[in-house]
């Protein structure tokens, strides 16, 4: 399996100090003083605005990002990341109205741009992912705030953090992402 490799650098255009990496890291501080810039070499990353791979998340793909607080309309600079490991094979992921799997229930394998108006649920509070890699939006046709969902059991939105913030589309993360 190949890594990805991520380059982080202080300032707007890649300039100032840098950091490369292809790991995880939880404190980019521990490295850099801030990070503006960045530039994805190879792989896919989440990147997040606060350390331990809390706060805002947003993907990122191969690419450069000279100016990352415009781009994507941040408030701080970026201060953790995690890898996105490459997924060969299907997808399968099970959503719930409901937190603890309670309430509706479906079972999506492939991307749903408007979960309201394909299961006409009005709400995901819950899921289970048992193959491949997630991106969640809080907006219907992948806009909004995201959440990177790797394989595993996600009883509460709420108690991870997701307050009052609700995911109404779903894409998996492939290697021809968007």
Excluded: A
Excluded at 1 to 6: A, D, E, L, N, P
Excluded at 44 to 65: A, H, I, L, T
Excluded at 99 to 118: A, K, S, V, W
């Amino acid at each position: 399996m190949t890594m990805g490799k991520i380059i982080f650098y202080e300032d707007r255009n890649f300039q100032g100090s840098q950091y490369e990496t292809s790991s995880d890291c939880p404190e980019l501080t521990s490295y850099l003083t801030r990070c503006h810039s960045c530039r994805v070499e190879s792989g896919s990353f989440m990147v997040y605005d606060r350390p331990n791979y809390m706060g805002n998340q947003y993907f990122m793909k191969r690419g450069e990002y000279s100016d990352y607080m415009s781009m994507m309309g941040m408030s701080d600079c970026i201060r953790s990341c995690r890898t996105i490991p490459m997924h060969r094979g299907s997808y399968k992921m099970r959503i719930y109205e409901r937190e603890d799997f309670g309430g509706q229930m479906n079972e999506m394998n492939e991307d749903c741009n408007n979960i309201q108006e394909r299961y006409r649920m009005s709400d995901c509070q819950s899921c289970n992912v048992m193959d491949g890699n997630w991106l969640m939006y809080e907006q219907p046709n992948f806009r909004g705030k995201m959440m990177y969902m790797r394989p595993g059991e996600y009883k509460s939105f709420r108690e991870m953090g997701m307050n009052g913030q609700r995911f109404m589309s779903m894409r998996r993360i492939m290697d021809s992402c968007n």
